[in-house]
Each structure stands twice: as structure tokens, then as C-alpha cells.
């Protein structure tokens, strides 16, 4: 269940409690995010949207662990990230947190095995046990065929699926997407939605993306709005979340 009033209570797998953030520019303070208040329960599919400059890539961020917030906390299974030191949060963001960005960020001369590998060569793991995850994370994209190709071999819905695979290989507890359909056609961004729906249902991710697209916001369970001061879900009244400023 997603709550934006801050009364999710303390089984919520995410709790953002009373969140600000600050920008300044030159000599102006620029309120981006002011006492938002929200809970996601674990295997919730959450959309955000707004327009330009409404603050949805700036949650995302201190969500990830990316940024830290000017006042309030976050609270991720337990884990309040919001005062941990820079050297603790990269480690919490390498277990608990997966990345899918618009742009794939893969690296042109590793292979799609490589770059799905990469999040994997900082821990532990065996080769072998890197190699097993890896080819998990690809099988479940679907490219189990396509391990050894370079993403220049690959067509954008394919590259975006390795990128999937990368958010996925080291089962984080969950995924932050910013605009992950916003480079492709419709059919490769009908696939790529219906790959992350997938982990939502049969493989109990929680996922919170970001998108301007109402037939991807669609596919989410809930659909929450940031704009002028305000987070509203869908079809309710303004909740006492506020937010404003730059995305």
C-alpha cells in the first residue's frame, strides 16, 4: 500500500518522513521538495509524474541514496540513509538499490554479459557465482542468446533490457527508474514495461519510476503526482506532501 500522508506506519518498506530539499542558485534558495511525507510497501509498483521542474528526478535521487536531503529522513527496511556517511551509503546503494535510466549507460566495448557483470566485480562472489547471477539476470530479460554481444549489436529495447539485467544481478531490494521508455518506440517500450511489471509480479520487486508518459504511468500500481507543492495520488484530494522548484 502506498500512503502519502505519512501514516504507512512501520511495516513500509520505504518511509520518506517530513523531506526537504534546497537548491541554491547564486543568491536564491530554490525549495524543490518541502515535508513530503510518503510509504511504499514491499512488491508496490509506484509512478510518478509532473511536469518539468515538479521535483520527480530529485526524489528519485535521495531516494537512491544519489543525494542527501536538506531536513528529513529516509528509512529503506529499516535502514535511516539520510545521516550515513558517504563511504556507507555507496555500500547501501550496491546491496539494496537498482538503477534504470533513460540513456543505458552501457559501456561500449564490454559485452552484454560484462556490463551486467560490473555491479557484481565489487563484491564477493566467486567468478563463478558472478557468472551464475549474470546469466539469471539475462535469462530473466530475456537475452540469454545475446550474453556475448556488444551493445552496438543490439537494438535500443535490447540495450535497455541489459540494463534491466544490471539493475537486477545483485537482487537489490529495489528499483529506481527515471524515464526508462523515454528513448524508445512504443512496441520496445510496450516490451520493456511489460518486463518490469513482470518483476514486480513474479519476482516481488519494489519499483518507483519516473515518467511524463500517462500509458507507462498505466502499467504501475498506483499513480502519484508532484506539481506546484503537492503529491497526489490519482484520483484523491492533495495530500500534505509538498514539492516545487527543479526536477
Not at 528519485?60 to 536538506?70: A, K, R
Not at 557483470?117 to 530473466?140: G, N
Request: aromatic share 4%.
Amino acid at each position: 500500500m502506498v500512503k502519502v500522508d505519512g501514516n504507512g506506519g512501520d511495516s513500509s518498506l520505504i518511509q520518506v518522513r517530513d523531506l526537504d530539499k534546497t537548491y541554491r542558485r547564486g543568491g536564491e534558495e530554490i525549495h524543490v521538495l518541502q515535508g513530503l511525507n510518503l510509504d511504499v510497501s514491499k512488491g508496490e509498483f509506484v509512478a510518478f509524474m509532473g511536469p518539468s521542474g515538479s521535483g520527480k528526478t530529485t526524489l528519485l535521487n535521495l531516494l537512491g541514496g544519489l543525494d542527501v536531503p536538506t531536513r528529513g529522513s529516509i528509512t529503506v527496511a529499516g535502514d535511516e540513509i539520510t545521516h550515513m556517511s558517504a563511504g556507507k551509503l555507496t555500500e547501501w546503494r550496491a546491496r539494496h538499490v537498482g538503477f534504470i535510466f533513460q540513456m543505458y549507460n552501457l559501456i561500449p566495448v564490454l559485452t552484454a554479459f560484462q556490463n551486467v557483470e560490473l555491479p557484481l566485480l565489487l563484491t564477493k562472489l566467486s567468478k563463478a557465482e558472478r557468472r551464475a547471477h549474470v546469466e539469471t539476470a539475462l535469462s530473466i530479460v530475456g537475452l540469454a542468446d545475446r550474453m556475448q554481444h556488444f551493445p552496438r549489436q543490439l537494438s535500443g529495447g535490447q540495450e535497455q533490457r541489459v540494463t534491466i539485467a544490471r539493475a537486477i544481478v545483485s537482487d537489490p531490494t529495489f528499483l529506481l527508474c527515471d524515464e526508462p521508455t523515454g528513448d524508445l518506440d512504443r512496441k520496445s517500450a510496450d516490451e520493456v514495461m511489460a518486463l518490469i511489471q513482470e518483476l514486480v509480479s513474479e519476482h516481488h520487486k519494489t519499483v518507483l519510476m519516473v515518467t511524463h508518459d500517462p500509458l507507462v504511468a498505466s502499467r504501475a500500481h498506483t499513480t502519484l503526482h508532484l506539481d506546484k507543492g503537492l503529491l497526489v495520488e490519482a484520483g484523491s484530494s492533495p495530500q500534505t506532501v509538498s514539492a516545487g522548484g527543479v526536477a
